[in-house]
């Protein structure tokens, strides 16, 4: 789909990192936008410098989360781009060193944050896309996801993240499928570590030794590399159906 000013998105995280760096070249191409985050972020901030609108939200209020979308779209007018990269983990074993079992309520929470969270918004983006007119090729919307490279080679203490983010790899396609008849293109991008807000604080010598496995580049990737990467999507209609690393061909060792 062509950027332009009648293209109308939401960004789900868009407060900072990864989905605030698509959500600012989105913008610059002239695509209006929604930054959906916590209440505590600084998305009002980033909307106004964005000139879009702020609509605080917890991914996990799965009930809530209807309203604010129906909010937003309302605001933009409505909505044919949607790129979500709320997520998290919990670093901890099945079976932990003092043999006490990985808590369920934890593995749970991880389900729910990453996945039950991602298609939540997806079920009820693809919803206000397929009123859209349709372009040129039959087009409606494109939904981006996030996974992780921790999906296909989980490490050590991983175990519910890897779960999670699998789940989101695998229900690319069927969904993609699903939504092919009204037009909604689906895909998910899988990163590797980047320099977010988790990982901002960790030292030069850290980061080498963490990305050391990957060929090349040997550092951690930068949020506009990621949203170049999710632009390039929206604007390509033969990217459908698939989940894409964006890692510098790394692969995660067991720890």
């Avoid at 944050?113 to 298609?119: C, K």
């Amino acid at each position: 789909m062509e950027i332009n000013s009648n293209s109308c998105a939401i960004f789900v995280g868009g407060a900072s990192g990864m989905c605030r760096a698509t959500a600012e070249k989105f913008a610059a191409k002239g695509g209006k936008v929604a930054i959906l985050d916590l209440e505590s972020s600084n998305g009002a901030e980033v909307a106004k410098e964005l000139g879009g609108s702020f609509h605080p939200c917890n991914v996990m209020d799965f009930e809530g989360i209807e309203a604010v979308i129906d909010a937003a779209v309302a605001d933009l007018g409505g909505l044919h781009f949607v790129v979500n990269t709320a997520g998290g983990g919990a670093a901890m074993r099945t079976i932990q060193r003092d043999g006490t079992p990985h808590p369920l309520d934890t593995f749970r929470k991880v389900i729910d944050l990453n996945l039950i969270g991602s298609f939540n918004i997806n079920r009820l983006a693809a919803a206000h896309m397929a009123k859209n007119e349709p372009n040129a090729d039959g087009e409606r919307g494109v939904m981006i996801n996030t996974a992780s490279i921790a999906a296909f080679e989980g490490q050590i203490g991983q175990v519910s993240y890897t779960a999670a983010k699998g789940a989101i790899a695998a229900m690319t396609l069927t969904m993609a499928r699903d939504l092919g008849t009204i037009g909604v293109r689906v895909m998910t991008i899988a990163p590797s570590l980047f320099d977010t807000g988790l990982t901002a604080g960790i030292p030069d010598e850290g980061a080498l030794q963490l990305t050391k496995d990957a060929a090349f580049p040997k550092r951690m990737g930068q949020p506009h590399e990621f949203a170049t990467m999710a632009i390039a999507i929206f604007e390509c209609a033969m990217m459908n159906g698939s989940t894409i690393r964006v890692d510098g061909g790394q692969r995660f060792a067991p720890r």
